[in-house]
């Protein structure tokens, strides 16, 4: 029964994963990837007609990008779904002059192998106690 539990446990954490934002210009960001985007104090005052919570970061997927603008996806929330909050997307256009910075989220294998070995120790340590 406890290797049971030990294995399961192993297999939750080899699942999970640390992930970092590194800085990429926006022609060099690969389409369909997951993005933070840092925009101008104006842009944010565009945009909080179509984003609820319109703040200077806005996170989404990179659905475009030409020399004149990217073009995100952004999760919004329904408030009228109840008790839980249903993912809508809207699209939203970012001019070159009002993005500030781009970054990719990537797997940093780093932290995900620290955090792996973390849990394997102690789950191999509670294994030992038992």
């Given at each position: 029964m406890v290797l049971k539990r030990l294995a399961l446990l192993a297999l939750m954490a080899s699942t999970g994963g640390c992930y970092e934002y590194r800085s990429v210009r926006p022609a060099d960001a690969a389409l369909d990837t997951?993005?933070?985007?840092?925009?101008?104090?104006?842009?944010?005052?565009?945009?909080?007609?179509?984003?609820?919570?319109?703040?200077?970061?806005?996170?989404?997927?990179?659905?475009?990008?030409?020399?004149?603008?990217?073009?995100?996806?952004?999760?919004?929330?329904?408030?009228?779904?109840?008790?839980?909050?249903?993912?809508?997307?809207?699209?939203?256009?970012?001019?070159?002059?009002d993005l500030v910075s781009l970054q990719t989220r990537t797997l940093s294998k780093w932290k995900t192998g620290v955090a792996v070995g973390v849990i394997v120790a102690a789950a191999s340590s509670t294994w030992l106690v038992l």
């Open positions: 997951r993005v933070r985007a840092t925009i101008s104090a104006s842009k944010v005052e565009d945009l909080a007609s179509v984003l609820p919570e319109a703040t200077p970061t806005v996170t989404g997927r990179l659905l475009e990008r030409t020399p004149d603008y990217v073009m995100l996806e952004v999760p919004i929330y329904d408030p009228t779904a109840g008790m839980s909050r249903e993912a809508l997307h809207n699209r939203i256009k970012i001019g070159i002059d």
